[in-house]
């Protein structure tokens, strides 16, 4: 949090010496939108990552370079994860185990700090792209072991809190997008965030040495400008 702490400051801080250059070229907003995620990476076949819906908002302060281009930093929560595929265990070490079906997903709170550099097409369209750094809050993962009636054990129910030291952190990675210009002060966009950071660490030791797990987000987010 040390690390998010001073980002944000030294985010903060340019648009205060940028306002005393230009303060015509400096706007501030919010924003505020839907994220639908899932898994990408090595991951073992039978947890087939699925999408999981969740959700963003924020703030961010754009500059304007040119009157093509801008600049603009941003500080946001988002919720993450993933859903997987339900499957059957058919066999473990030579036994077969029919009846058996695990249903499980994981979900994560970030803080997200892209700097995204703005292309202006014209006045309704601009396209976006930059990087941005994750700073992990928390997550869990929820799982459910369902048996059939003729199996004679009981269903399981894991719910797991995923803690900072279980991950390699932080998560960084791309963001590219494209927005529209309802009008003056309110733009709807869609962008997508893949996380270039493997984020498996402790939890490859007992899953494979050979996974990896990356973040990946495709959102929808309402801007508005305020000033």
Same mark, same amino acid.
């Given at each position: 949090?040390?690390? &998010? #702490?001073l980002? #944000?400051?030294?985010?903060?801080s340019i648009?205060?010496f940028?306002?005393?250059?230009?303060?015509s070229?400096?706007?501030?907003?919010v924003?505020? +939108?839907?994220?639908?995620?899932? &898994?990408?990476g090595?991951?073992?076949?039978?947890?087939t990552?699925?999408l999981?819906? /969740?959700?963003?908002? =924020?703030?961010f302060?754009?500059?304007?370079?040119?009157?093509?281009?801008a600049?603009?930093p941003?500080?946001?929560?988002?919720?993450?994860?993933?859903?997987?595929?339900?499957f059957d &265990?058919?066999e $473990?070490?030579?036994y077969?185990?029919n =009846?058996?079906r @695990?249903?499980m997903?994981?979900?994560?709170?970030?803080i997200e700090?892209?700097v995204?550099?703005?292309?202006?097409?014209?006045?309704s369209?601009?396209?976006?792209? +930059?990087p941005?750094?994750g &700073?992990y809050?928390n997550g869990k993962?929820?799982?459910e072991?369902?048996t059939q009636?003729w199996?004679s054990?009981? #269903?399981?129910?894991?719910?797991?809190d995923?803690e900072a030291?279980?991950?390699?952190?932080p998560?960084? /990675?791309?963001?590219?997008?494209a927005? $529209?210009n309802l009008?003056?002060?309110l #733009?709807?966009?869609?962008?997508?965030?893949?996380?270039?950071?493997?984020l498996?660490?402790?939890?490859?030791?007992? @899953?494979?040495?050979?996974?990896t797990v990356?973040?990946?987000?495709f959102?929808?987010?309402?801007?508005f400008?305020?000033?």
């Amino acid at each position: 949090m040390k690390k &998010f #702490a001073l980002v #944000a400051i030294l985010l903060l801080s340019i648009p205060m010496f940028a306002q005393k250059k230009a303060e015509s070229d400096l706007s501030f907003g919010v924003k505020g +939108g839907v994220s639908f995620n899932h &898994f990408s990476g090595d991951i073992p076949v039978d947890l087939t990552p699925q999408l999981r819906i /969740g959700f963003t908002a =924020g703030v961010f302060a754009s500059y304007k370079l040119s009157d093509n281009f801008a600049i603009q930093p941003e500080i946001l929560f988002v919720r993450k994860g993933s859903n997987f595929d339900e499957f059957d &265990f058919f066999e $473990y070490e030579g036994y077969e185990i029919n =009846g058996l079906r @695990l249903d499980m997903y994981i979900e994560s709170n970030w803080i997200e700090i892209p700097v995204l550099l703005l292309y202006r097409i014209n006045d309704s369209l601009e396209l976006f792209g +930059g990087p941005y750094i994750g &700073f992990y809050l928390n997550g869990k993962l929820v799982a459910e072991l369902i048996t059939q009636p003729w199996v004679s054990i009981y #269903a399981v129910d894991l719910d797991y809190d995923i803690e900072a030291d279980d991950l390699s952190l932080p998560d960084c /990675g791309i963001v590219l997008g494209a927005r $529209y210009n309802l009008t003056e002060k309110l #733009a709807i966009q869609g962008r997508w965030e893949y996380g270039i950071q493997d984020l498996t660490d402790e939890v490859a030791n007992f @899953l494979d040495d050979d996974v990896t797990v990356n973040n990946s987000s495709f959102q929808l987010q309402l801007d508005f400008t305020i000033k």
